[in-house]
């Protein structure tokens, strides 16, 4: 009975607040300075968006992506005035960096290799999309990014087109993985796009995919280290979820119950 967008917003917090998360939120990883940094985005069936990019000391990051969206005339905020915007707005500051994280990070510094894997644990970024019964679309995206990435770095996930994309009348589409090769490609919204010309949410996922996977072959990159996954649902509330290699599953929840899934992929390995 909620709306879409309360949805996807309260559903993300869960996995945020989450201090065994290790990619999200609370308990995400650090940067390679040892500064927990993180991105989110929401966007409505409408197409009012919100954003922040490399945001410290806040957990729930989603909300204020939304409070970036419902409170403000931008579109997206970044570094320290993502966080003075959420101090403005109540939102409390903590330290996000948990024992564990502190730990990887000492360890991590031994060699100090900037060496970011994507995929660490199976993907990296919660996305969620709802469809309510009013027939409305939504989807937010949160991250900690890449672990040990350099400071200032971001992902696709705060990025509209990249990590998420919305459309009201087609479907919503999000993604997980390497979120260069996610921007590259402008990923999510080649999914709902693929949609709005009449291919399934599987097989937007699909094509998407593929695109990405050409990408990598045509400027002769290795994606040996590689994960990209997608995410779509359609007005219809027919769902598709897609990646470049096993290991990426995803959950689909309805009326029937909770299933979790696990997505076909382009590559065996
Ligand atoms: N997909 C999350 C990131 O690359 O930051």
Known sequence: GANALDAVELG??????????????????????????????????????????????????????????????????????????????????????????????????????????????????????????????????????MAFKMHGRVGDSPIIGAGLYVDGEVGAATATGHGEEVIRTVGSFRVVAAMKSGRSPQQACEDAVREIHKFFVRRGKPWADTQIGFIAVSTRGEVGGYALRPGFSYAVASADGVRVLTAESLLDS
């Open 12 to 145: 993300v917090k869960i996995c945020e607040a989450d201090p065994r998360e290790r990619s999200v939120g609370l308990g995400g990883r650090p940067d390679r300075d040892g500064r927990v940094t993180l991105d989110a985005c929401i966007m409505d069936h409408l197409g009012n968006i919100g954003s922040v990019a490399a945001c410290e000391h806040v957990v729930h990051v989603s909300s204020l992506a939304r409070a970036v969206m419902e409170r403000t005339p931008h579109v997206m905020l970044v570094g320290d005035g993502a966080t003075q915007f959420a101090k403005e707005q109540g939102f409390p500051l903590q330290n996000l960096m948990v024992p564990d994280s502190e730990a990887e990070w000492t360890k991590w510094l031994e060699k100090a290799e900037y060496k970011p894997i994507p995929n660490i644990e199976n993907h990296d970024t919660i996305g969620q999309l709802t469809l309510d019964a009013e027939g409305r679309l939504a989807g937010c995206c949160t991250t900690s990014g």
